[in-house]
């Protein structure tokens, strides 16, 4: 795809309009025999064929203080400088340290909580009205609880339940002006895990039963955590500055890293600041340096001198100079090293949010599924051998594991393609068929692949996996040459390359795609219509849908056989759907997928073509049914009526009943037997984003009632 994933949410009214059952739709439209066939042999040809991707959900782990997420403070109070390795204040706040906690949807007024700590603090759960029921511990309890429960005291414990109903969030706050001392092991659970929790050793005993339980169901071949690693937009260089599982109350949030962290600059866009306690005699790939900037820049030259060991460039994570006031006054913000382009870049806020590895394969152990591991695009050679190290010896003996570099380092709307293209130029790759971007991204697997193989010594290497993943619709030939064959990693033909002292490996056996196993793409598809984002809406026009507006209006009538219809122009319209008037086809139907696209080829042929050269199998690293509703901005841009667009819009309301409709079942088997049905083809993906969106397979978080494309899954994984 070439738009980031966003979590769309779909309002709770909704959720609730009654929506056509499969009996009112009837049977699904029949299929080809090829297709027929090819879906009974999905099951029995390879095991559990879906990959499931996931991110960062509610009710992950027992402990639900795990899953705070956002956590910040009032603008300019630089608040990490009395944080320490664990994210627990050591000293009184000057104005709240605060995140947000999703509280799962499982759990209920009757269901009694624990709040607890060791040492000494003040934590403030807040909600407002109707508040909190306090069952035991009052004496640590400060105040009414009838909006909010603020707990105060050493080694305090609440037992509480909320208050009439429960709400999707909590905001967790460390309180202003409250003594801090020795704060650790805060604790945010059922009662009923309590004990559980209290004895946990291992990173398995901390992931919350009924979470694996929702996993376990879906039966998934292998698991791809990806958005528990946020490589799209994160800057993480190194492993060791990933939260400590065990001890840490901040693994699903920024991090902030007492060892890294350099205080307050001084000067105006010439920057200087002190040496972080990690620092080194000189600055060094990878390095990262947090810090508050005392003044905003005013101009695109900036520079940061750390501990007098000279001044470097700093840059946008786009590899881009900033912008006039981009570094606000009394900001906070991490730097990252690039020793090869010789600048610092810059990014507002701590390290991005990472799921410590360690619960990864442990969630992968306990579903049984092979784990898929992304390698966050700058890591150092130290940290993917010792990744690799941590995967090796954690996961378990009966599985394999799958290791890709960074995530769609091709994607334009993500920083690291725009990092790969500034590293390919510096080393002086052509701008053409995006041999900047191809180059540099060939030149790290090949070396991260190297390395991991290394590492990866001595388990076998039939349980190593090692990715090469790339664009479904991007260009074969230039993708083949440059990306997989690294036809520009030569210092003969670029000298800068050589300077800059990197090997050949544009030659077999070194080649970037002899040190992988896998080649993967995505696998996305939505109608021609009743498209996937606004902006392809707007692109098409509003006489390019009518079709789909006239299906919307037929079914909200709620008048049976027009439900029926409307249902049968949606299934349709995914399969094989034309725009109105033009008679365009879709560019991401099933038929484009499998027979139209790349040069009228199809996606899975033309990709399967490549996979035989190579003698490479092919899974997918993501994928899924994504058609979505306009906006309510977007109907207004298109002249057509807003009844149309958002949540709660007719043409939601259609999405609605059809994914709870047998027939999507059926397409989504389809889909998935139509990309099975390639010789090379070994398993096919459906990412999974929490909440109500256009890629879930769920009306809410996961304990949330099931689309049938959850059937279609948990079904072909048995």
Sequence with gaps: MNITRRNLLLGTSALVVASAPSSLFGAPAPLAAATRAATAAVSTAIKRPVLIG?????????????????????????????????????????????????????????????LKWTGTGTIQLARGAPGFTVIAGGPFVSGSAAYNLTATGSNARIVFSFATSVPSTVSFNFLAGKTFQNLANVVLCRLSDESAIDLATTPEQMIDDSFVALYQSLNPGTVRPMGWTNPNYGNISQLKYVAPWRTSIGVSTQRWVPRAW??????????????????????????????????????????????????VRVLSTSCRQLSAGQIGANSLATLTYDGLLGAFLWQKDGQTACIPYEFQIAFANRIN???????????????????????????????????????????WMFPPALWAQARGAA???????????????????????????????????????????????????????????????????????????????????????DYCDVLSYATYYSGAQCTNFDATYVS???????????????????????????????????????????????????????????????????????????????????????????????????????????????????????????????????????????????????????????????????????????????????
């Design 369 to 411: 599924a092979n784990f898929w591991c992304t390698i966050p695009a700058y890591f150092d050679d130290a940290s993917v051998t010792a990744l690799t190290n941590l995967v090796r010896d954690k996961l378990s003996s009966s599985l394999s594991a799958y290791l890709e570099y960074g995530n769609e380092i091709w994607n």
């Design 54 to 114: 996931t991110t960062i959900e509610s009710g992950m782990f027992k402990n639900l203080a795990l899953s705070l997420i956002s956590l910040q403070s009032t603008a300019g109070y630089a608040y990490p400088a009395i944080l320490d390795e664990n994210g627990y204040p050591t000293s009184t706040p000057q104005y709240n340290i605060y995140g947000v906690i999703k509280v799962p949807s499982n759990i209920t007024p009757s269901t009694q909580m624990v």
């Design 262 to 311: 350099a205080g307050v600059t001084s000067g105006v866009d010439a920057y200087t600041c002190a040496a972080q306690k990690d620092a080194t005699s000189s600055y060094v790939n990878g390095e990262m340096i947090q810090l508050q900037f005392a003044s905003a820049n005013t101009s695109a030259n900036v520079t940061i001198n750390s501990g007098g060991r000279g001044a």
């Design 540 to 718: 098409n026009g509003a006489a390019s849908i009518a079709g789909l507006l006239a299906a919307a209006d037929d079914y909200a009538t709620a008048v049976p056989a027009k439900m029926t219809s409307a249902l049968a122009f949606l299934d349709s319209d995914i399969r094989a759907g034309k725009l109105s008037g033009s008679g365009a086809a879709g560019a991401q139907t099933l038929l484009a997928l499998s027979s139209t696209a790349q040069g009228g080829v199809g996606i899975y042929p033309a990709w399967e073509a490549v996979a035989k050269t190579f003698s490479k199998v092919v899974v997918c690293y993501e994928g899924g049914h994504e058609s979505w509703y306009p906006s309510v901005q977007t109907c207004t841009t298109l002249g057509i009526s807003t009844t149309y667009g958002g949540p709660t819009g007719k043409i939601a309301l259609l999405l609605q009943g059809y994914k709870l409709s047998d027939a999507f079942t059926s397409l989504a088997r389809d889909q998935i037997a139509q990309f099975m049905s390639q010789p090379h083809s070994q398993g096919a993906a459906w990412l999974l984003i929490s909440g109500t969106n256009q890629w879930g397979l769920s009306t809410g978080d996961c304990y949330a009632a099931k689309f049938k494309s959850w059937n279609a899954v948990s079904t072909l994984n048995q």
């Design 427 to 513: 080393l002086g790759f052509p701008t053409d068929n995006n041999r900047q971007i191809y180059g540099w991204y060939g030149l790290r697997v090949r070396q991260v692949m190297g390395l991991a193989t290394a590492g990866w010594a001595p388990r076998s290497t039939a349980q190593l996996k090692r990715v090469m993943a790339f664009q479904a619709f991007g260009p074969l030939a230039s993708t083949n040459t440059y990306r997989f064959q690294g036809a520009d990693l030569s210092g003969a033909k670029f000298p800068t390359y050589k300077a800059n002292g990197f090997q050949d490996y544009n030659a077999a056996p070194n080649r970037p795609i």
